[in-house]
């Protein structure tokens, strides 16, 4: 049986994570940024205990009112040590139960401007390499920070089961109504391009090129229980079965 690898950001606030959880081959846990703390990171780690799944720190710009989905103005220093704080509480608090994080994800504009701006992706690598630990980092194909990480950091390419996307491959703005997909069948038909095919179509119907190591699904998604016990259910009729890298 093939093997996909899916990831998930939790410890959010979402109602859905422990229900999530056993579906998942990853989870990026919000650690301060835009939302989290310490009780729900103890509470999110158990839970990936609980169910075999890897840990990764979900870091963002410090802006819980925005939930870190607008770029924010804010020194480089201040950044830095906002991004390495962050890291740190999740590593913290992983290394008492005696887990290790597997990679470290960016959250909304933070991976959105890693991913354009060579300033944010150079400030974001400065910060992770401060941080001892042997973690990978998740990026996207195509990206800045995936260009500056090489030799530096393991890069885990990812794309995104329930985004659309423009024909640069760039995450279409929230902004639009078409940004994300809510239909559990055209969850499937986009992630299944991407994995068998390399190719996702865009929002303007062109079929483009990508890479992808793993793919994300939100936990805020209304019906994001749904959409991944379906994706769980049709993949395995092709043969798929989500696990770890």
Do not use: W
Not at 125 to 145: M, Q, T
Not at 174 to 188: D, I, Q, S
Not at 237 to 244: P, S
Request: proline letters at 2%; hydrophobic letters at 40%; a negative charge.
């Amino acid at each position: 049986m093939k093997k996909i690898h899916i990831n998930c950001d939790l410890g959010e606030g979402a109602a859905f994570d422990a229900q999530l959880m056993p579906f998942l081959s990853a989870c990026n846990i919000a650690c301060g940024g835009h939302a989290g703390d310490e009780e729900s990171i103890r509470r999110t780690i158990a839970l990936a205990i609980a169910n075999n799944v890897e840990v990764g720190a979900h870091p963002s710009y410090p802006d819980r009112e925005n939930f870190g989905r607008k770029s924010l103005e804010i020194s480089a220093e201040d950044l830095k040590a906002s991004i390495k704080s962050q890291v740190k509480l999740l590593q913290k608090i992983a290394g008492e139960r005696g887990v290790k994080l597997t990679h470290v994800k960016p959250h909304g504009s933070l991976y959105n401007d890693a991913a354009k701006e060579e300033k944010i992706a150079q400030l974001v690598l400065d910060s992770l390499s401060d941080i001892e630990g042997d973690f990978s980092l998740y990026a996207p194909f195509g990206s800045v920070i995936s260009r500056l990480a090489k030799g530096k950091f393991k890069v885990v390419f990812e794309a995104f089961a329930d985004r659309n996307y423009t024909q640069d491959l760039q995450l279409v703005s929230r902004a639009n109504p078409e940004a994300v997909l809510h239909e559990k069948e055209a969850v499937f038909r986009h992630i299944f391009s991407m994995y068998s095919e390399g190719k996702i179509k865009a929002i303007n119907d062109e079929e483009i090129y990508i890479k992808a190591d793993t793919f994300c699904l939100h936990s805020d998604t209304k019906n994001s229980v749904e959409i991944l016990k379906f994706l769980d259910l049709k993949l395995q009729e092709n043969n798929i079965k989500i696990a770890k890298l």
